[in-house]
C-alpha cells in the first residue's frame, strides 16, 4: 500500500514537514510516498487492487488512497522481521539500549513534524498530537532503560547442582494499532516488543496510515537491523494474513471487542499469545464531598480528549445527588467554553471526528438517547467551522446528556465520541454495584476528599486502570489494560516484558545421576 497524495512527485528526504505545511495553507499535497516499509526501505506494491480512500477530518478532502498488502507482501515483510531478529535477538540489552535511546532522540527532534502530521490523518488538535508524540518518546526511553536490566534467576538445589532461569525473546511478534492514538500506538507496541530482543511487523488503522512509516524510519536511522521494525498497510485481510502466519509469534491488537474476539480466534489455531487491549465503557464516580473545580476538570477530561474517541474514557459519570446540579451547571458551562475547530491552531481543544461514517454514528447515539428520555443540556450536534477550508470536515459540538439512566443506550454502549453521561447516585454501596454493572472493565475513576473511601471504592470497582482524583493520566512506567472483555495482558511498565518474552528453565546436575533404573 502506498500513499498518492494529489499533484504527486518524488519525495525527498525531509520533505515531509514542509508538505504538511503546504497543505494547511494550499489544501494539496505535492508528494507521493510508500507507506509499506521492509527491507529498510519505504515500499511500493507493483500491482495493487482494491484502493481505498483516507480523508483528512478536518476538511473532508482525499488525502490518498490506499493500497492493502496482500499474502506476498505480508510474507516478505515477516521474512524481514524474521532476518533481522536473527541479530537482534543476540545484541545485548544494553546495545538494543542505545538504538532505542537514539530512536527517542530522532522522535525529539522531529515532534512538530509528526506531530502535525497526525493532525492532518487523524483529526486531534496540534496540542494533543503533540503529548501523544512525547508519550511515544517516553515509551521508547523506558523501555530502553529496561532492555539492560532483563534477567533470570538463580536457585541452588541440593548436592550443588542448581538451577536458573533464561528470559528469552519470542520472535517475530505482530502489532495491530487502532486509529485514535496512530503513532502513540506503534511505539507502545514496538518499544517493549524491541526492549525484549523481538522484531515487530506492524498493521495501523487504515483509516490513519501515514504516521506508522515515519516510525518506521527513525528506528532505521537510529541503527535498528534492516527489518527489525516494518510496516504493511490493509484492513481485515491484511490483519488476517499476519495473525495465521506460521512464523509470526505474538500479536498484540488495540482496538474493538468484535475484532478482538476474531484475532484471539485466530491466533488460537496456532497457539500464540496475545494481547488485547479493548474496548471500555468506563464509570466515572464523584462523591459530594469532592473538590468541586477538580472533578468537574476530571469528567471534561474523562470525555472529551480526542474528540471523546478514547478507549478508557469515563462516559458514565455517575454524580451523588446532593451536588448534581451544581456539578451540572459548571461542566454544561464548560463544555459550551470548549474551542472547535482547526486542528492545526493552537487554540483549538477539539478538532475532527475521524471519519463520516464515524461522526454520523456518534450522532446517532445522541438522538437514540434523546428518544429513550435523556436530556441533551448541551452540543451533540453537527458544528460547521467559519473556515471555508474545513466545511466539509467532521465536527460536532461536545455533548453532555442529563436524565441518564443506567438501561438507556447512550450508558450501556461505547460511543467512542464526544458524549458525556451523566448520572445520579445515593450511596456508595448503589453506585459500585451500578458502576460495575458492565461486561467491559478497561478504567474507572473516583474524586473524592475521603482517602479511605478512595482506596476502598476502587478495590472493589471492576477495572483494570483505576484513577483517584484525576482522570485519563497514562504515565509509560505503569501498566495499562483492562479488566473482562475489555482485554488480555497489559501495555507499559515493567509487567509488560513477560508479555513480549517467554521463560526457560535449565537443571544443572553436578553429581552423578540417581537412576531408579
Same mark, same amino acid.
Given at each position: ?317 455517575? @454524580?451523588? +445527588?446532593?451536588?448534581?446540579? =451544581?456539578?451540572? !451547571? *459548571? &461542566?454544561?458551562? $464548560? ?5 472547535? #475547530? ?76 464526544? @458524549?458525556? +453521561?451523566?448520572?445520579?447516585? =445515593?450511596?456508595? !454501596? *448503589? &453506585?459500585?454495584? $451500578? ?5 467491559? #472493565? ?76
Amino acid at each position: 500500500m502506498y500513499l498518492r497524495f494529489i499533484k504527486c512527485r518524488k519525495l525527498k528526504p525531509g520533505a515531509l514537514y514542509s508538505a504538511v505545511r503546504q497543505y494547511a495553507s494550499t489544501g494539496t499535497f505535492d508528494i507521493t510516498v510508500p507507506l509499506n516499509f521492509w527491507s529498510g526501505d519505504r515500499v511500493r506494491i507493483k500491482d495493487a487492487s482494491n484502493t481505498e480512500r483516507v480523508y483528512e477530518p478536518a476538511t473532508g478532502r482525499v488525502l490518498c488512497e490506499l493500497e492493502p498488502c496482500g499474502a506476498v507482501e505480508v510474507d516478505q515483510a515477516v521474512k524481514n522481521a524474521q532476518s533481522a531478529f536473527q541479530e537482534w535477538s543476540r545484541m545485548s540489552g544494553m546495545e538494543r539500549s542505545r538504538v532505542m535511546i537514539k530512536a527517542a532522540q530522532i522522535i525529539e527532534d522531529k515532534r512538530e513534524e509528526i506531530a502535525e502530521m497526525e493532525v492532518v490523518n487523524n483529526g486531534k488538535s496540534i496540542t494533543e498530537a503533540r503529548l501523544d508524540v512525547d508519550s511515544a518518546r517516553l515509551c521508547i526511553e523506558y523501555y530502553a532503560g529496561v532492555a539492560s536490566t532483563l534477567a533470570g534467576q538463580h536457585v541452588q538445589l541440593p548436592g550443588g547442582s542448581f538451577a536458573y532461569t533464561r528470559r528469552e525473546p519470542l520472535g517475530v511478534c505482530v502489532g495491530i494499532g487502532a486509529w485514535n492514538y496512530p503513532f502513540q500506538i506503534a511505539a507502545w507496541k514496538s518499544a517493549p516488543a524491541l526492549a525484549c530482543g523481538n522484531s515487530m511487523v506492524f498493521k495501523p488503522s487504515p483509516v490513519t496510515p501515514v504516521t506508522a512509516v515515519m516510525l518506521a524510519e527513525i528506528y532505521a536511522k537510529a541503527g535498528a537491523p534492516e527489518g527489525l521494525f516494518n510496516v504493511v498497510q490493509g484492513g481485515y485481510e491484511t490483519g488476517t494474513l499476519l495473525c495465521h502466519h506460521p512464523t509470526v509469534a505474538k500479536i498484540s491488537f488495540t482496538g474493538s471487542v468484535p475484532t478482538g474476539k476474531k484475532i484471539m480466534a485466530m491466533a488460537s489455531k496456532g497457539v500464540k499469545p496475545v494481547t488485547l487491549e479493548l474496548g471500555g465503557k468506563s464509570p466515572l464516580v464523584i462523591f459530594e464531598d469532592s473538590d468541586l473545580e477538580n472533578a468537574v476538570k476530571g469528567a471534561l477530561m474523562a470525555n472529551f480528549l480526542s474528540q471523546g474517541q478514547v478507549c478508557s474514557n469515563g462516559t458514565r459519570v455517575f @454524580v451523588q +445527588s446532593q451536588i448534581l446540579p =451544581e456539578f451540572l !451547571e *459548571e &461542566v454544561v458551562k $464548560r463544555t459550551k467554553a470548549i474551542e472547535i #475547530g482547526d486542528p492545526l491552531l493552537e487554540s483549538t481543544r477539539m478538532g475532527a471526528l475521524v471519519n463520516r461514517p464515524h461522526l454520523d454514528r456518534v450522532l446517532g447515539f445522541v438522538d437514540q438517547a434523546r428518544k429513550e428520555g435523556a436530556t441533551v443540556l448541551c452540543g451533540g450536534e453537527p458544528f460547521v467551522p467559519a473556515d471555508p477550508k474545513l466545511r466539509g470536515g467532521y465536527f460536532m459540538t461536545p455533548c453532555v446528556l442529563g436524565g441518564c439512566r443506567d438501561e438507556m443506550t447512550c450508558v450501556k454502549e461505547e460511543i467512542f465520541g464526544p @458524549v458525556m +453521561s451523566v448520572l445520579s447516585f =445515593e450511596t456508595e !454501596e *448503589e &453506585v459500585l454495584q $451500578r458502576a460495575n454493572d458492565t461486561t467491559l #472493565g478497561l478504567a474507572a475513576g473516583v474524586f473524592t476528599r475521603d482517602v479511605s473511601r478512595a482506596h476502598r471504592v476502587v478495590e472493589h470497582l471492576n477495572a483494570g486502570t483505576c484513577f483517584i482524583n484525576n482522570y485519563n493520566i497514562t504515565p509509560v512506567e505503569v501498566p495499562f489494560g483492562g479488566y473482562k472483555m475489555s482485554g488480555i495482558g497489559r501495555e507499559n511498565g515493567q509487567v509488560t516484558i513477560e508479555f513480549y518474552s517467554q521463560l526457560k528453565t535449565v537443571f544443572v546436575e553436578m553429581n552423578d545421576v540417581d537412576s531408579l533404573f
